[in-house]
């Protein structure tokens, strides 16, 4: 049985929805008002504890008053306590009511309720929450929270889930991706529901892979992934654009219904982004050459020049590119739709740094000064994970420096995978770095060049360089 997802906005105040089925709800609207509620188990026996878990926290900055949690369970169900941390617990006819006559601004109250199923069967808690806000406008969020009661012992797993944030910082409408992962950890089989969570001030511009598609429901993104066989795990990829500088807040969440999670504590995970805007300081980039096709690697490259013209050094600076139609093929990531690259090095006042931008497909096009734009960044991160570090899985055919100085690292190639470069300026690799951005292999056989920036932090000119390759999953 597949369970139904509930979610209520009255007067426009306040909202419940449902973030994993059977598991956890959570109710949200009125600004810095938390309202969780929580069963201990999503699947039990006929006659086994089961414990509700309410917890308030009052973040409005207002001081709340007459607050009223009901709890409405069927007569098949044995009521066996219930408690308040403050307020007054009654029992009216098998509703449970916690009355709190106020909530002071910065304090949480938990109430907690304890029954005995004594039926096989869904079991529903009907929960209501009111209090009076503003003057004196009363709401009526609504929700149900659903048990699986059974004779027979259920099936027992252990479901996890975790975020992968994003390396490089985040500047204010960056896009930007970040993933979501969820394991069963067995020993049944389990048919998992997953819920991402995105706060206010965050753009969804799309997941992959694309199916199942999710049901949206307000800021959750709710998705049935089907069976998952003891060990197996699923992988989603979110991309979203944050369009307000501070901290965003990424939360999921997973469970099953009809599945005994042998331990709730990692169904729910959460993980804080902290976004920025630009650095201060004053930089120029402007083109300094002509276009030119590189019959090497098929692209059309740009030279450009960037400059510090402020007072101050910076740690780093990104170049965001403007009104193009070409793809620009070295790009790292996105801003507002427009592509950018790194400098990965800091420029003091005056000082200068040439970069090369690169294009696809190979092809003259027009382009001014006007296009390109240039900002202070934190030094980004290009540290690579230590297995890439410490050794590769490709070996390169020949790795030899050409005539205008560029070094060249040819190696083979599966048609359309994706490749990342590491670099050092020692044999021990113990300063390695990624050379941004990994590459799709175009045919059985690849040559990179190292030009320097933006790819590496320098040209490869006066210095040793030494390379690995790696074949990305």
């Known amino acids: 049985m597949k369970l139904a997802r509930h979610f209520y906005r009255l007067a426009g105040v306040i909202s419940f ?17 938390q309202i969780q509620v929580a069963p201990s188990a999503s699947a039990l026996l006929v006659s086994n504890s089961l414990t ?5 926290t009052n973040l409005t900055g207002l001081n709340l008053v007459n607050i009223l949690v009901s709890n409405a369970l069927p007569s098949s169900v044995q009521i066996t306590s219930y408690t308040a941390t403050q307020g007054v617990a009654t029992n009216y006819s098998g509703v449970i009511q916690f009355y709190l006559s106020s909530l002071v601004n910065g304090t949480a109250a938990q109430l907690t309720l304890n029954v005995e199923p004594t039926v096989a069967g869904l079991l529903t808690n009907t929960v209501t ?5 503003g003057l004196g406008l009363t709401n009526f969020p609504v929700t149900n929270l659903v048990v699986q009661v059974t ?8 479901l996890s889930v975790a975020i992968t944030g994003p390396v490089q910082v985040v500047i204010t409408n960056d896009w930007i991706t970040y993933g979501v992962s969820v394991t069963n950890g067995g020993p049944a089989s ?12 965050v753009l969804f511009l799309g997941v992959f892979p694309a199916n199942p598609a999710p049901t949206i429901i307000a800021s959750n993104y709710i998705f049935d992934l089907g069976t998952l066989a003891s060990g197996a795990y699923t ?16 939360s999921a969440s997973v469970g099953a219904l009809g599945v005994l999670d042998t331990s709730l504590a990692n169904n729910l995970v959460s993980t804080n982004l902290v976004v920025t805007n630009y650095s201060p300081g004053t930089l120029v980039a402007v083109t300094n050459f002509g276009q030119t096709i590189n019959l090497q690697n ?6 450009i020049w960037l400059t510090n013209t402020g007072a101050a050094s910076v740690a780093a600076a990104r170049i965001v590119v403007t009104g193009v139609t070409n793809k620009l093929f070295n790009a790292v990531g996105t801003n507002n739709g427009n592509p950018f690259v790194y400098f990965s090095a800091p420029l003091n ?37 230590k297995v890439l570090s410490t050794r590769t899985n490709i070996n390169p055919t020949r790795i030899a420096k050409l005539a205008g100085g560029n070094m060249v690292v040819e190696f083979p190639a599966t048609n359309g995978a994706t490749y990342t470069i590491v670099y050092s300026d020692n044999v021990l690799f113990s300063n390695a770095q990624i050379a941004p951005p990994a590459m799709v292999a175009p045919a059985n056989r690849v040559l990179w060049l190292d030009y320097g920036p933006p790819a590496t932090v320098s040209l490869p000119t006066n210095t040793a360089r030494f390379y690995r390759v790696f074949q990305n999953p």
């Open 298 to 303: 098929g692209l059309t490259e740009q030279s």
């Open 129 to 133: 929450f009111s209090t009076v806000y």
């Open 52 to 56: 509700y878990t309410i917890n308030l």
């Open 151 to 158: 004779n027979a012992p259920p099936p027992q797993a252990d």
């Open 17 to 33: 929805w449902l973030l994993v089925s059977g598991l956890r709800v959570e109710a949200q609207g009125l600004p810095g008002l």
């Open 349 to 385: 006042p005056g000082q200068n740094a040439g970069l090369r931008l690169q294009y696809s497909p190979r092809t003259l096009f027009p382009f001014t000064n006007g296009q390109l734009h240039a900002f202070p960044v934190p030094l980004p991160n290009w540290k690579p994970p």
């Open 190 to 201: 389990a048919n998992a529901s997953l819920t991402n969570t995105l706060p206010s001030g």
């Open 235 to 250: 992988n989603l990829q979110f991309t979203i654009q944050p369009t307000n500088s501070g901290i965003v807040t990424l």
